[in-house]
């Protein structure tokens, strides 16, 4: 009799474990359903066609033709977190003091790679596939007038969440670092891309 109680429990427990295991599985597919409709769906646009819409310069806009991507990019002037947040609901965020596109420096852009579902805006995974981008894929960044500038990858790096070193400014540098959580629906580590100026 009381092998059979163990066993039941035992089930129960298991069951138990399952739904939960379950729930958690579609609540991260739900919170992250741009990233993985991005997986499971032709992008819009193909490779060629952002770069030609790159060279066309719409003003302040980031052109990543290898994970199909084009974003406003934001400048707000100042660095609040509640700025930020409203921001990044428009777009990518320009880091307030960093270079501006083209000029010597670290031109530094951040952008979501998970967001809350019921959290307003468009680009809540904008950044989600940015692990995906290989070392010497081409990223492109227009300025307020429209020019272009063209980067190239040229490393990849995780860091702390609390790491701000990669903010300070080298004029020898001419460089775009891309910033996003990771792991993706968590906010524990950053993943930089960097790209030097190749154009």
């Not at 960044?141 to 080298?170: M, P, S």
């Amino acid at each position: 009799m009381q092998k059979l109680k163990i066993l039941q429990n035992k089930k129960r427990l298991q069951r138990l474990v399952s739904l939960l295991v379950a729930i958690a599985v579609f609540g991260f597919i739900l919170l992250d359903w741009h990233y993985f409709q991005g997986l499971l769906i032709s992008p819009k646009q193909s490779s060629a066609q952002l770069e030609a819409a790159a060279e066309k310069g719409p003003v302040n806009t980031l052109f990543i033709p290898e994970l199909h991507l084009q974003a406003p990019v934001r400048y707000p002037i100042t660095s609040s977190e509640i700025i930020f947040q409203k921001e990044l609901q428009s777009g990518v965020v320009h880091y307030p003091g960093t270079a501006l596109p083209g000029q010597p420096g670290s031109v530094y852009i951040f952008g979501h790679s998970s967001d809350y579902l019921w959290t307003a805006g468009n680009y809540k995974n904008v950044f989600s596939r940015l692990p995906q981008l290989p070392v010497g894929a081409n990223i492109t960044l227009t300025d307020a007038t429209g020019k272009t500038f063209k980067y190239t990858v040229t490393r990849k790096e995780v860091v702390a969440a609390t790491d701000t070193a990669v903010l300070k400014q080298n004029p020898d540098n001419h460089q775009l670092i891309l910033q996003t959580s990771y792991p993706l629906g968590t906010a524990l580590k950053r993943y930089l891309v960097f790209a030097e100026l190749s154009q």
